[in-house]
């Protein structure tokens, strides 16, 4: 019980850092307003669901290196697809991403699975093969992206019933990620294969004896993680209308909201909540950071440099808590 | 009971066959160098002259020492992700600080960096036990971000690559190229470092049981922090002579020799969980991929094609070895 309340508090901390900085943005720029946390929503929908990916995976006890690759592979695929195409063939192109993102996941499970060998070496070595198969599909930036796509990231949703200055606080960005995010994470959540996830993420040999599947278990979560991958890719190439085949900085990003968002790199702890709170914290700090007016390069110092605090701070408390929860 | 003892047990032919390739890794992998020099002399009669020896060598040596780092960090079970950007800084350094400054302190200058990464690298693996692999991702986003800045702080004065390192990278003496005078005293250094100096032990002890090596009295944090510094200095020096071999000083020059430099130490029969492996048979593995490379180009396989190609070789080799060192 006491475990709960400490990660549900470690979500309201980061939560009430989001709302400080949130704060100390609109003291740096009073003007800062609707328009501009449109733009917030719209910067931090490719990470969330890169974060999502990871999270997931993380949970399980794993780890997922070829997330930003994965991203830019399906990112350029849609993209390729979409050229010179017309507006309807995109409601093809769309579930035929998400579902090459699902069997490339489940391949990244299936090896770790089969061969054996840890999630960290077969994840990177789908790296490079996912890498690979990005330059192949698009040598250049290129591409496009249907119209109705790119309008469905831009303004906002009217909602009936809001008056107008609290409907524009509701990005459509912002709902789509919701949304997305809430149609798989929930009923996962709420189900045997959810706890599963968990199960196999904190004890993997007492999830054995207890009868849970865990090679099964583990191609899923991995599939599920390809899946928000997809997502990202789709979300980026709607974003920039353009398909990049160079991965961004997602991999580190998403290890690093991970950790600030409370899941335990060892897996069996946290929610998808607190990632994605991380992630906005992570984003408003870059924000920040350019209306301060400071060099964009010296920003992406300052950004990697706070990527990799973190990570150190949550390598050392479970460094920390690991002769504690061994002696309970 | 000594008879059956001494009675030799029937042993099948894969088994021995394993336990040779377990045995003397070496042979195998100079036997398939052969292969593919023989396969390239089919497709190209008479491409094996003198001066392709020359170049493949001249291509092979970054590469070998950069694979070096890699065999060094990964005898510790960790890897060093960081060696493309510390070699691609101290290069880019080096030549334009060369224009207005003595030779000298623009070679101090221009290993600054690669000793300040390093350093970093070893205290986040060595003291706050975050993953290698996240650590030197981070630490390399960083550096870039550094080299991004210090660019436009220079863009001005111009750079030029000097005489020397010119000489070192592309000269040929007597048909043998000028780069052996730097590679063959780094590669005795190496091999007599991990094979009859007490640090060399240390690195395979720790990668073998860092449990027993801690409770025996390893200092884990200092060897980890030496091997860093060490791995990020020969990458640094690298980078020098590669500028010499490419001519063109630019922000992402060792970029491409990361993915090779991992998948040479690993073809070379080091284990990437640590423990196991050599600095000859990286030796080999990079020559290899160096002959595979011209191989590849000559059948026109696009870069996407060959880190695919490159990807599944580190997945099937490590699948192989977990197998062999399994059986025994």
């Not at chain 1, 400080?20 to 931090?44: E, W």
């Not at chain 1, 195409?85 to 579902?99: I, N």
């Not at chain 1, 919701?178 to 196999?200: D, E, F, K, M, N």
């Not at chain 2, 020098?240 to 020059?253: D, H, N, Q, T, V």
């Amino acid at each position: 019980m006491s475990r709960f309340f400490r990660n549900q508090g470690w979500v309201a901390g980061l939560f009430a850092l989001l709302i400080f900085l949130f704060v100390i943005t609109k003291l740096i720029q009073p003007g800062y307003g609707s328009g501009d946390f449109g733009s917030l929503a719209r910067a931090v929908l490719p990470y969330a669901f890169a974060v999502a990916a990871q999270t997931v995976v993380v949970i399980a006890g794993g780890i997922d290196l070829s997330v930003a690759a994965m991203m830019a592979l399906t990112s350029v695929t849609a993209a390729s697809m979409m050229n010179g195409a017309s507006e309807e063939y995109a409601l093809f192109v769309v579930p035929f991403v998400l579902a090459m993102g699902l069997v490339l996941g489940a391949l990244n499970g299936i090896l770790i699975v089969v061969t054996r060998v840890p999630d960290i070496v077969v994840t990177l070595a789908m790296l490079f093969v996912l890498q690979g198969a990005a330059l192949l599909v698009l040598g250049a930036p290129g591409g496009a992206a249907a119209e109705w796509l790119k309008a469905s990231v831009i303004g906002t949703v009217p909602i009936p019933g809001l008056p107008d200055w609290a409907d524009a606080w509701v990005p459509k960005a912002l709902v789509l990620l919701v949304v997305c995010l809430c149609i798989v994470w929930i009923p996962l959540r709420r189900s045997r294969l959810g706890l599963s996830i968990y199960a196999i993420g904190s004890n993997e040999l007492a999830a054995f004896r207890s009868g849970v599947p865990v090679a099964r278990t583990r191609i899923i979560a991995y599939a599920l993680s390809g899946l928000f991958a997809a997502l990202g890719g789709l979300s980026l190439t709607i974003s920039t209308g353009i398909g990049a085949p160079i991965p961004g900085p997602y991999l580190l990003a998403s290890v690093a909201a991970v950790v600030l968002g409370g899941v335990a790199l060892g897996g069996g702890k946290g929610g998808l909540l607190g990632p994605i709170i991380a992630v906005f914290v992570l984003r408003l700090v870059r924000t920040d950071l350019t209306l301060l007016a400071i060099d964009p390069n010296v920003t992406a110092i300052i950004e990697g440099a706070i990527m990799v605090a973190v990570v150190m701070f949550g390598a050392f408390i479970t460094m920390r808590s690991r002769p504690a929860g061994a002696t309970p | 009971m000594t008879d059956i003892a001494t009675m030799p047990r029937p042993v099948s032919f894969g088994r021995r066959l394993k336990r040779f390739m377990a045995d003397r890794p070496l042979i195998p992998l100079i036997i398939l160098l052969i292969i593919l020099v023989v396969i390239l002399q089919i497709l190209r009669p008479g491409i094996v002259n003198e001066r392709w020896l020359a170049n493949t060598a001249k291509f092979a040596i970054p590469l070998a020492i950069l694979a070096g780092c890699q065999t060094m960090t990964m005898l510790t079970g960790g890897i060093d992700l960081s060696v493309g950007t510390v070699a691609t800084m101290s290069a880019f350094i080096m030549a334009t600080q060369i224009v207005n400054q003595d030779p000298t302190v623009a070679f101090l200058l221009a290993m600054l960096p690669a000793v300040l990464i390093g350093l970093v690298n070893g205290i986040g693996v060595g003291v706050f036990r975050v993953h290698p692999l996240i650590m030197t991702l981070g630490t390399s986003l960083i550096g870039t971000g550094f080299l991004q800045v210090y660019q436009r702080t220079v863009i001005a004065s111009g750079a030029k690559i000097p005489d020397f390192l010119n000489w070192l990278g592309t000269g040929v003496t007597y048909g043998f190229p000028n780069a052996l005078l730097l590679f063959v005293p780094v590669a005795v250094l190496i091999v007599f470092m991990l094979n009859r100096t007490g640090f060399g032990r240390l690195l395979y002890a720790v990668g073998d049981n860092e449990r027993a090596a801690r409770l025996s009295g390893v200092r884990y944090w200092q060897v980890i922090t030496a091997l860093y510094i060490l791995s990020s200095l020969l990458a640094g020096i690298t980078g020098l002579l590669y500028i010499g071999l490419i001519k063109a000083p630019s922000l992402s020059l060792a970029e491409p020799l990361v993915l090779p430099s991992v998948a040479a130490a690993v073809i070379g029969g080091t284990s990437i969980f640590g423990g196991r492996g050599g600095y000859m048979g990286t030796i080999i593995g990079a020559l290899i991929l160096t002959v595979l490379t011209t191989l590849l180009t000559i059948l026109q396989m696009p870069e996407g094609g060959r880190r695919i190609l490159f990807g599944f070789i580190v997945l099937f080799v490590t699948a192989a070895y977990l197998r062999i060192v399994e059986d025994r």
